[in-house]
């Protein structure tokens, strides 16, 4: 009889878990809200320490799973790991299409670009978005006149070409994104500028490793284009 019960609550152990009762609902909602779950974001540890514990992990993985066809992903090593919900490899989950988010492809390639400039070009000193704004200015002018055609290509008001500011403003709200999701922490919340990267932005440098190593070839591409 023990081992019927047990083998009837093994898929959802987590549940049994002593802690879930004032966890599991912050950690469900900060999963499916696609912010990546690592040992110094978000703030409440306790979440990190929940999805290390194996068991829970697993258990964790078989509900995604089960309840909204989504993959429970962990990432990186020791001090570095990360954990975030994921579609499926054919791309579907059960959740509504309403309900999801997608990163915009002006953010994606900000964040290429960051990456090329921070890990790539050893600038290992961009820890806020003036300075990362000032180096594209100074230093990569091919690479921002490109940008911002790209940008101004998917807009969509494209009665205009895109201003300073209006180009300032998108950059800001892609690092803006990068904290939401957690690939970024901010120094001070009141003022969105200085940062620290988390562990977390490797996903985006996973997917996009050969298009960022190559993305000198693109700006090119959009320069002989114009």
Same mark, same amino acid.
């Given at each position: 009889?023990?081992?019927?019960?047990?083998e009837?609550?093994?898929?959802?152990?987590?549940?049994?878990n002593?802690?879930a009762?004032?966890?599991?609902?912050?950690?469900?909602?900060?999963?499916?809200?696609?912010?990546?779950?690592?040992?110094?974001?978000?703030k409440?540890?306790?979440?990190?320490?929940?999805?290390?514990?194996?068991?829970?992990?697993?258990?964790? !993985?078989?509900?995604?799973?089960?309840?909204?066809?989504?993959?429970?992903? !962990?990432?990186?090593?020791?001090?570095?790991?990360?954990? /975030?919900?994921?579609?499926?490899?054919d791309?579907?989950?059960?959740v509504?299409?309403?309900?999801?988010?997608?990163?915009?492809?002006?953010?994606?390639?900000?964040?290429?670009?960051f990456?090329k400039?921070?890990k790539?070009?050893?600038?290992?000193?961009l820890d806020?978005i003036?300075?990362?704004?000032?180096?594209?200015?100074?230093? /990569?002018d091919?690479? !921002?006149?490109?940008?911002?055609?790209?940008?101004?290509?998917?807009?969509s008001?494209?009665?205009?070409?895109?201003?300073?500011q209006r180009?300032?403003?998108?950059?800001?709200?892609?690092?803006?994104?990068?904290?939401?999701?957690?690939?970024?922490?901010?120094?001070?919340?009141?003022?969105k500028?200085k940062?620290k990267?988390?562990p977390?932005?490797?996903?985006?440098?996973i997917?996009y490793?050969?298009?960022?190593?190559?993305?000198?070839?693109?700006?090119?591409?959009? !320069?002989?284009?114009?």
């Amino acid at each position: 009889m023990a081992n019927d019960i047990t083998e009837k609550i093994e898929p959802y152990g987590f549940l049994y878990n002593k802690r879930a009762k004032s966890i599991f609902a912050k950690l469900d909602y900060t999963l499916r809200n696609g912010i990546h779950i690592q040992r110094e974001y978000p703030k409440n540890v306790n979440l990190y320490r929940f999805l290390s514990d194996a068991d829970n992990f697993e258990s964790l !993985k078989s509900y995604y799973e089960e309840f909204y066809n989504l993959v429970l992903v !962990k990432e990186g090593s020791d001090f570095n790991s990360y954990y /975030y919900l994921n579609l499926n490899d054919d791309g579907t989950s059960n959740v509504p299409s309403d309900n999801r988010e997608y990163l915009k492809s002006e953010f994606i390639i900000i964040g290429m670009l960051f990456l090329k400039m921070y890990k790539l070009d050893g600038n290992i000193e961009l820890d806020s978005i003036s300075d990362f704004t000032s180096l594209l200015y100074e230093e /990569y002018d091919d690479q !921002k006149n490109a940008l911002r055609k790209l940008i101004n290509d998917n807009s969509s008001d494209k009665s205009t070409d895109l201003g300073d500011q209006r180009f300032e403003n998108v950059i800001s709200k892609s690092f803006e994104k990068f904290g939401d999701l957690g690939w970024l922490v901010w120094d001070k919340d009141s003022d969105k500028n200085k940062f620290k990267v988390m562990p977390s932005f490797e996903r985006l440098r996973i997917i996009y490793q050969p298009q960022i190593e190559t993305i000198d070839d693109l700006i090119n591409e959009v !320069k002989d284009a114009e």
